[in-house]
């Protein structure tokens, strides 16, 4: 099958699905999807702003593949074209090769091999955190009960990762001179300052929890601004952090936790400006739960069981709708997002060898 999913990924790399800009319309990398799909009913959704997702159906599934399209953008220190994949030695290399057209190229390839129920879920909208290709998915009456989501874990079922949520806190002050007695307590810096060293400590103190070989909260101030200059009392300020729980963690109650952090009145505003659920989704009285009939599911499948991981998914999404849900896929993360990205081709034959062997029934 190595030929097979090479020539397929040589063809999806050639499509330009950099994200931003996410350029992506309808046709192109869908129009070569469809191609390669005879016999699949095929379901091409455009969600505005270059999110478009393609729905592959062939028989009566209950298990659903998904696989994202886009792919970063790519740089100035890739050392030869990143549209055009390059095969040295054991290596594919090409943006997106890794994460993860990879393995749309596997399932492709399974697909044409095989003759069993197959399902699978083309989607664009990963790389810039907008997920609503799968949430348009999920709100419908899709009727599958299980979900593998493809991101680079070394063809291992990963059956549990971090939720990430991030947030902008903008803090009020009164502005004066720096001479004045109350400058400390006054300034929307300083109240941003001791906001930020006391939410680290907070965190420091999550350091005991585990959940699924995960171990404590994972936290970063990843911006601060504000102030007008050093001699003059700054009236407002602002900072971005994000936290990343643990499937056993409430993100609604560590933001609670935060924001509580705050002197009376020091915050003029808390925003959350993005989540994404652990997976599995669930809570603490759910998620061991959902990973234990993840762990079932993949051990039916013959899959090896690799370790949870802490970057986020979309997995968590199809977990907390209620799907059956591992992250598995060809390729190693840390090869993903770089110049000169590339996945180890016998990682992509063993994808696209599991998938045919799921699938069943020979063409």
């Given amino acids: 099958m190595r030929e097979a999913v090479l020539a397929h990924l040589e063809a999806l790399v050639g499509f330009d699905t950099r994200n931003p800009p996410r350029a992506i319309?309808?046709?192109?990398?869908?129009?070569?999807?469809?191609?390669?799909?005879?016999g699949f009913r095929i379901e091409v959704t455009d969600h505005g702003a270059g999110a478009v997702s393609m729905l592959a159906v062939r028989g009566e599934p209950a298990r659903v593949f998904n696989v994202h399209l886009d792919t970063v953008p790519s740089s100035e220190a890739w050392t030869a074209d990143p549209l055009r994949l390059r095969i040295e030695g054991d290596r594919a290399i090409g943006l997106g090769a890794c994460d993860i057209k990879g393995a749309a190229a596997g399932l492709v390839?399974?697909?044409?091999?095989?003759?069993?129920?197959?399902?699978?879920?083309?989607s664009t909208?990963?790389?810039?955190?907008?997920?609503?290709?799968?949430?348009?998915?999920?709100?419908?009456?899709?009727?599958?009960?299980?979900?593998?989501?493809?991101?680079?874990?070394?063809?291992e079922a990963v059956l549990a990762h971090r939720g990430i949520?991030?947030?902008?806190?903008?803090?009020?002050?009164?502005?004066?001179?720096?001479?004045?007695?109350?400058?400390?307590?006054?300034?929307?810096?300083?109240?941003?300052?001791?906001?930020?060293?006391?939410a680290l400590d907070l965190v420091q103190g999550e350091a005991h929890q585990r959940f699924g070989g995960l171990t404590g909260l994972r936290f970063n101030i990843g911006t601060m601004a504000g102030g007008i200059k050093g001699n003059v009392i700054a009236p407002s300020a602002e900072l971005r952090f994000n936290f990343r729980p643990l499937p056993?963690?409430?993100?609604?109650?560590?933001?609670?936790?935060?924001?509580?952090l705050a002197d009376d009145?020091?915050?003029?505003?808390?925003?959350?400006?993005?989540?994404?659920?652990?997976l599995p989704a669930g809570g603490l009285d759910g998620a061991e739960r959902a990973r234990l009939a993840a762990r079932d599911l993949?051990?039916?499948?013959?899959?090896?069981?690799?370790?949870?991981?802490?970057?986020?998914t979309e997995a968590s999404l199809f977990s907390e709708a209620g799907l059956t849900t591992f992250v598995y896929g060809p390729g190693d993360i840390a090869q993903a997002h770089t110049a000169d990205e590339w996945v180890e081709i016998a990682q992509l034959e063993r994808y696209a060898g599991s998938v045919a062997r799921i699938l069943g029934a020979a063409a």
Avoid: K
């Fill in 165 to 198: 949520s991030s947030a902008l806190v903008r803090f009020r002050g009164q502005a004066g001179h720096a001479s004045v007695a109350d400058a400390l307590e006054a300034s929307a810096v300083h109240r941003a300052m001791r906001w930020g060293a006391a």
């Fill in 109 to 122: 390839a399974a697909a044409a091999v095989t003759s069993g129920d197959a399902a699978f879920l083309f």
């Fill in 25 to 38: 319309g309808t046709g192109g990398i869908f129009d070569y999807l469809r191609e390669h799909l005879p």
């Fill in 265 to 278: 009145g020091a915050i003029d505003s808390y925003t959350e400006t993005f989540r994404g659920p652990a």
């Fill in 298 to 312: 993949a051990d039916a499948l013959d899959l090896p069981i690799g370790n949870a991981v802490d970057f986020w």
């Fill in 125 to 155: 909208d990963e790389e810039a955190n907008d997920a609503r290709c799968i949430r348009a998915f999920l709100a419908g009456d899709h009727g599958f009960r299980e979900a593998i989501v493809a991101e680079p874990t070394h063809c």
């Fill in 248 to 260: 056993s963690m409430s993100t609604d109650g560590l933001h609670a936790r935060l924001q509580a």
